[in-house]
């Protein structure tokens, strides 16, 4: 059993910054990867961003270039570094984690959801 709790999220203009972290704890021996999805009214969630214990990173096309996921393994937190945001990153992000030994699409646990919005 993993929980997982966010911060991070708030209201910006287009062009703003915002970080995102989650924190993990409880059955932490058990997780391979963390990262967020996040889902806008009207859309399905998809896969923002997602880092491996190991390092390895991921991110959807239309976040590379504008943001940064890195890991603080002694804190079991993770961020998720959002620049150059657009109207089109408004959406509730949710943290979620990948356990060891299940497939990469397989979600362990989810966090409450954070709002970002980003104004036009």
């Known amino acids: 059993q993993v929980q997982l709790v966010e911060s991070g999220g708030g209201l910006v203009q287009a062009g703003g910054s915002l970080r995102l972290s989650c924190a993990a704890s409880?059955?932490?021996?058990?997780?391979?990867?963390m990262g967020w999805y996040r889902q806008a009214p009207g859309k399905q969630r998809e896969l923002v961003a997602g880092?491996?214990?190991?390092?390895?990173?991921n991110y959807a096309d239309s976040v590379k270039g504008r943001f940064s996921i890195s890991r603080d393994n002694a804190k079991n937190t993770v961020y998720l570094q959002m620049n150059s945001l657009k109207p089109e990153d408004t959406a509730v992000y949710y943290c979620?984690?990948?356990?060891?030994?299940?497939?990469?699409?397989?979600?362990?646990?989810w966090g409450q959801g954070t709002q970002v919005t980003v104004s036009s």
């Open positions: 979620y984690t990948n356990r060891v030994g299940a497939g990469l699409a397989e979600i362990g646990s």
């Open positions: 409880g059955s932490i021996f058990s997780i391979n990867a």
């Open positions: 880092i491996t214990r190991r390092g390895m990173t």
